[in-house]
């Protein structure tokens, strides 16, 4: 993946190219940015950038054969011998034809996992194809794409102690292209305690010739040593126009259609491309939502149990997903009582269903309601009983979804 292939981000892909041009490529870079921003994208040709050997400047051999044939040879004038180095990746060399397929033998990569086999140590590397063709396929993948594609069920995805250790061993080795090894670590902020203070221990004293890129979504859940080891570059949401050119020239989708998923996907391509190829999810949290709203209004209490039980049934992280969904639902009906839609993210049917219920989120609630979220959230996290704490928020609900 080259710099030409990143949605957008101009002043992004400028400073990184600058950064390696003028050699002041920092040994641990962290790129931030919400989910469908670019930043692994822009980590990964960053790397095939770093590890391209055809970029480099070709030094000019002077004419050996100049002057008379017959007579003394004539004296070379002086020369720049030095030609300007490229600002992409070739895409030829060797080591650009490994690293586009993600087989670049000095390009590693840490990513959350679960572990395969209870009490037994799960790697990255056994992750590697499905990590691989995944990444291939759409280098705008979330966490919930890697979830489905790596078979996690219930389980917490999160990166292991072991995982500190197997790269540790890796980057001591010698760059087997004589060039340099890059790290990428896509959400650093999953890194359990014991591996991130490992992690900090490479940071603090990184092998030679190495470079780490992580790639973070909430940098505030890291170790604040380990931010203060890395220079930290924020990728800003990705603008309307360019989401809404990438699905009508790429996807093909047509004008009218992409620019209301690129006004709802809110700076994300992530978000633009599950518009267009899975909302299922969406569509069984909306549901969900609807239902619980309808339920606390009318205090139907037994079947608000039954709900909070088929939430609970769901598994961890689909549970936090439907919360951040909710919090979604609740600041997009709260701003549409203003009546300035180019503020509103919703879809056509979340639209629909503002129209009556928007008056329900008012100032008087509306912190209320979102504490009470960001408290299931925190629950959920700390894998509390999922059946209690969704129960304990819907009967909170039917308290605050009064309050108009």
């Not at 030679?208 to 930290?232: H, Y």
């Not at 979102?370 to 996290?381: N, P």
Request: aromatic share 8%.
């Amino acid at each position: 993946m080259t710099f030409t292939d990143i949605i957008g981000q101009e002043a992004v892909k400028r400073r990184l190219i600058d950064d390696v041009i003028q050699q002041h490529v920092p040994h641990a870079l962290m790129l931030c940015g919400k989910e469908g921003t670019g930043t692994l994208p822009l980590a990964v040709a960053l790397a095939q950038y770093l590890l391209c050997s055809g970029k480099e400047p070709m030094t000019q051999q002077p004419d050996m054969f100049g002057g008379d044939f017959f007579g003394e040879p004539e004296p070379t004038p002086p020369v720049n011998t030095r030609q300007p180095m490229l600002d992409h990746a070739c895409g030829h060399c060797p080591s650009c034809v490994m690293a586009e397929k993600l087989q670049h033998p000095d390009l590693h990569f840490i990513f959350p996992i679960y572990k395969k086999q209870s009490g037994k140590a799960s790697l990255c590397d056994d992750f590697g194809q499905e990590w691989r063709d995944l990444l291939l396929q759409n280098p705008y993948m979330g966490y919930a794409e890697w979830m489905q594609t790596s078979g996690a069920t219930n389980q917490q995805l999160m990166i292991y102690e072991s995982e500190s250790d197997a790269i540790a061993s890796k980057l001591a080795l010698k760059s087997s292209q004589g060039g340099y090894k890059v790290c990428i670590v896509w959400l650093p902020e999953k890194m359990n305690a014991v591996c991130a203070n490992k992690m900090l221990k490479l940071l603090e004293e990184p092998p030679s010739q190495t470079v780490f890129l992580l790639v973070s979504e909430r940098p505030d859940l890291l170790l604040q040593t380990i931010r203060s080891r890395t220079q930290v570059i924020e990728v800003p949401a990705l603008t309307q126009d360019d989401i809404q050119q990438t699905l009508e020239h790429k996807y093909g989708i047509l004008p009218e259609e992409a620019h209301r998923i690129a006004h709802t996907a809110d700076g994300s391509m992530t978000a633009a491309l599950r518009a267009i190829t899975n909302q299922d999810d969406n569509d069984d949290y909306f549901e969900l939502f609807v239902s619980l709203m309808r339920l606390s209004y009318m205090r139907r209490v037994k079947e608000m149990k039954q709900w909070s039980e088929q939430v609970a049934a769901m598994g961890r992280e689909r549970q936090k997903a439907m919360l951040r969904y909710c919090q979604h639902m609740v600041r997009e009906n709260f701003i549409y009582n203003f009546h300035r839609e180019q503020l509103n993210y919703m879809s056509a049917a979340e639209s629909d269903f503002a129209v009556r219920f928007a008056p329900y989120i008012n100032e008087r609630n509306v912190i209320g309601i979102m504490d009470e979220l960001q408290l299931a959230q925190r629950d959920i996290e700390q894998n509390a009983n999922a059946k209690i704490v969704f129960f304990d928020f819907a009967l909170k609900m039917i308290v605050l979804i009064k309050n108009r």
